[in-house]
């Protein structure tokens, strides 16, 4: 995939209590077309919504403080950096690239999201990693109910606990968890942990730069595929 | 014993018709409920139980094949940089890559672009067949986010988030297990041949407060540039609406319960939601009391199949139309040429409604290769061209009568109702009196 901003050490530097957000994510979106800045960093953030919504370039994004919804949505290519906490909808939909938050996230991080990789090293509310479909997810903390609802792709690595529900009416999605899950929601059962989910949970944990914990802490939940056809026995 | 042989002492009831005992013997045969397409069946208040008055002493009608009488609306005027142009005020509704095969998705696109109005995507993404196809077209953000991608969106005409559909308010999408083939599957991440059930709430979204962030990210991922449309399923219509504005929508969809679907519970189909009449003047009402009629387009869709009903629609003040189900009827679904195959799935041609379960032999609901092969999708969209065409005429012969110059300047003054439901509903006067049931007492 070609490149499609010049290689600098240049930092280009936003601050968002000056300049309006539809500029920052204009001029980030003009990254697709035309090369410019590699690095960009953005101050002042204060939970706005959407920033850095749709980037479609291979940029690095460092957030200096809090974001809203929608931080870094159906993100191709881009890093984007979070230093603080991120509202609901972190990433959602993202494509390809990296998104790291250093605080907590809320409700629905990761939703729908079709690749790339997503770190949280704080915990995760509610669906986190609803619908995901081929995105891998990585929390340092606890996620919250429901997550991995109808997840159909992609792997969900939970270094703490999880809520009720987890992994409700999963498809294929694979989700590892290391501390206590309150429930396991409709369809989704815990399955033996192998040499090849053990490779698995060692790279994602790479991936995240987490190095405390072990692959063999982790257990392993995912469909048991009962629901993939009406039958009226499976009826919940 | 058939009807017609049967001495008269036999007496069908009311309560269960031959269609209901066989319903429950079915049931419990499968022990699953009844999953079908098409909409609802049942008798509802519809646009046929209202007239246009038409020209007289006080009223000056247009010449019907000479003078003027517009067509086109502008959908996206609110905050849109490049809003809609259709040249006529009826489109083509949201319908999937896989509940339709691939030549029936190309067709919608030939038809619509040939006359310059839109067709929409659906609950599985966007195939390159109905891009190049399709001169205008809209991308539905559905809960299920099948397919859904920011390279789509951009490609997109403007993107339409539906909430609800009128066959199922309240109700996800549903794909089953022969319709999930390869391609399906690969376009939804899903395994192939699984009873597909797609989810009935956004992922990341809960309420209207959201739904304005939302729409926010959506604007800002696409530079502000498309018209951002809201499809909601006819239930709380007036509040529905009245949010939708609130959330920032450039045009709202309203589909009434005559809305077909691909595959549905019948129980839904027939149970969950209002009519499209009285959901044409509910959103109407949200869309005047907020001073955003004609600024927020509306359009309206369930049960439209002439046009007598377009013209009523926007009589009550829609902005526009939308057809799914006379679509397909329009491009071949149903018909008698076909009956001897119809037969042999146990259907007849004019009752067909098994769309679920992708054995349809007109090529149309399917994604067997071997019968989508039968469908001629250059003739398809011909025949949708044409279908467009008579609506848009039809329409236009009304509103001359009426005495307007333009499809838009029909208004309620224009109709009158036959039946006290239709009156109450559309709000509009009983024939032959001027009472409105609900509205003013006189008689």
Redesign the interface.
Known sequence: MATRAVETTAVEVVDLAETP??EL??RL?DLTAAPGPRLWRVLNPNGA??IG??V?AEVEVEIEGHV???CA??N?LATVHVHGNAG??LA??M?SGAVVVDGNASQ?AG??G?GGVLVIHGDASA?CG??M??IDIVVRGSVGHMSG??A??GRLLVCGGTGEALGD?I??ARLYVRGEVAGLGADCVEKEVRDEHLAEIRELLEHAGIEDVQPAEFRRYGSERR???????NAY | MTAEERPWNLRESYLYDRTVIAEIQRAAR???YD?RGFGAKRRLPHFDDLLFLGASVSRYPLEGYRERCDTDVTVGTRFAKKPLELKIPVTIAGMSFGALSAPAKEALGRGASEVGTSTTTGDGGMTAEEREHSKILVYQLLP??YG????D?RKADAVEIVVGQGAKPGGGGML??HKISDRVAEM????KG??Q?S?SRH???TGPD?LE??I??LR?????QKPILVKVGATRTYYDVQLAIKAGADAIVVDGMQGGTAATQDVFIEHVGIPTLPAVRLAVDALQELDMHRKVQLIVSGGIRTGADVAKALALGADAVSIGTAALIAMGDNSPELEEEYRKIASSAGFYDDWQAGRDPAGISTQEDELSARFDPVLGGRRIANYLRVLTLEAQTLARACGKSHVHNLEPEDLVALTVEAAAMARVPLAGTDWVPGANGAG
Do not use: C
């Open positions: 957000l539809r994510n204009q979106h919504h959407a919504a749709g479609d809203g919804y929608y949505g159906m191709k609901p909808g959602e939909n494509m629905s939703a729908t079709h669906r609803i619908s479909k081929g609802f109808m159909q792709r009416s498809y294929e629901l993939y056809n009406f039958h009226v026995d | 499968e022990g699953i999953i299920s986010r859904m991608n920011p390279d969106l089953l297990g939804r991440d899903l395994p699984i009873d059930r989810a992922p990341d979204w959201d962030i939302k926010g990210e800002e991922i696409t530079d502000w």
